[in-house]
């Protein structure tokens, strides 16, 4: 059975202008927040069920 539930954490640093809005069904997390890291220039780590945002370049 899949987790019940995760974190996602949003590191400062990053461009506050940009927005990123998804609709999803039926998809892998992990794949998921891969793509989001990729689209809005940041870098994706995680330990467990905690998922790090960082962004790529910070100002």
């Known amino acids: 059975m899949p987790p019940s539930g995760i974190n996602i ?3 400062p640093g990053g461009d ?3 927005h ?3 609709s999803l069904k039926n998809v892998l997390v992990n794949d998921t927040l891969r793509r ?3 689209l809005s220039h940041h ?3 995680h ?3 905690s998922f790090h945002l960082t962004p790529a ?3």
Request: net charge positive.
């Open 43 to 45: 870098k994706l780590t």
């Open 57 to 59: 370049t910070t100002k």
């Open 16 to 18: 506050e202008t940009a």
């Open 9 to 11: 954490v949003l590191k």
């Open 47 to 49: 330990t467990g069920l």
């Open 36 to 38: 989001c890291a990729e």
């Open 20 to 22: 990123l809005t998804v």
